[in-house]
């Protein structure tokens, strides 16, 4: 028969449970602060993994937050039947609100910016797009959160100059990222960006827009450039990916219509961005701009860095 512990003993052993709670705490919440930070830094291939790996972290914290209210519950019920040993309770008391006053703003601001993420993203995501450029992994969130504030306040000329050199700046690693992710592409890819240097914009965006194109049909089997009632055929593709997702986030702008792919339809009479189908049926002939060539560069960026993600993830299964 297991002998009854006196009131003191409980508490004793509540003040040594709350103490090791504490230890525990900050060996897990530290690398989990850590990962955030990370996240903030990081804007690349390896993003969702480090997500997943960030929310590894979390979830022991929150677990930990359900074993303090047992244990808060356990340790207030005892002291309403235990009032000759307050003294040790009012140490238990010091120590839980301690814990509560330290780590619970901690806790609240890890949830705000793991569930907010996904949501700033895709809308950062679709105000460039509605300008004609597209996510680079080398672009930190801050950066893309001040580019969008420049575009949506009508600063767009100070944006484009800066995306521009963003870039112009890349090219040479997006070109060998691209051309390496896609070896059988990588000749024409190599072409295109040549061109580019060479300031032939008229044959660098016409390739680009092509292979581009290519990628999204050979990667998730959907042309990117075309429709189905009224709807990007790779919104097929996204819709099938939970919506609050960071996975979603990133793929946002293949679900929807942009001014790159928009019909004839679409497109208001005095439209002069670069689009796929008027500058591959000669529609338009003033298209060969660095701006364009650097903005069709973006989206082959984008789309062989999105989808190469969602390639390996097929090839896992």
């Known amino acids: 028969m297991t002998e009854e512990k006196r009131p003191g003993e409980v508490l004793e052993e509540h003040l040594k449970n709350w103490q090791d709670i504490g230890s525990r705490m900050q060996t897990v919440a530290l690398p989990a602060l850590k990962k955030q930070l990370e996240l903030e830094r990081l804007m690349g291939p390896n993003l969702l993994g480090l997500q997943k790996s960030f929310r590894r972290s979390f979830e022991p914290i929150l677990s930990m937050q359900n074993e303090w209210r047992s244990r808060v519950a356990s340790i207030e019920a005892s002291q309403k039947a235990m009032s000759d040993v307050g003294l040790l309770a009012e140490r238990v008391n010091t120590i839980r609100q301690s814990l509560f ?18 949501l700033k993203t895709r809308e950062a995501l679709m105000v460039l797009g509605n300008h004609g450029w597209y996510l680079d992994f080398d672009m930190l969130p801050s950066f893309l959160g001040e580019l969008k504030n420049a575009l949506e306040e009508g600063d767009s000329v100070a944006a484009e100059v800066i995306l521009c050199q963003h870039f112009e700046e890349r090219l040479s690693a997006i070109e060998a990222s691209t051309a390496d992710r896609f070896p059988a592409r990588s000749q024409i890819v190599r072409a295109a960006f040549s061109a580019h240097r060479r300031h032939e914009y008229e044959l660098s965006i016409p390739v680009l827009l092509a292979q581009s194109d290519g990628i999204c049909k050979e990667v998730i089997g959907e042309h990117f450039f075309m429709k189905k009632d009224k709807k990007p055929r790779t919104a097929l593709y996204v819709e099938q990916i939970a919506s609050e997702t960071y996975r979603a986030a990133l793929l946002s702008p293949l679900a929807q219509s942009l001014p790159i792919s928009a019909s004839e339809k679409e497109r208001r009479a005095d439209f002069s961005g670069l689009n796929r189908h008027t500058v591959l049926h000669g529609e338009s002939v003033d298209y060969g701009t660095k701006e364009n060539s650097l903005r069709a560069i973006s989206l082959i960026n984008y789309v062989a860095h999105v989808l190469d993600f969602e390639r390996d993830k097929k090839l896992a299964i």
């Open 101 to 118: 006053q330290n780590f619970t703003p901690a806790f609240t601001e890890l949830q705000r910016t793991f569930r907010e993420l996904p």
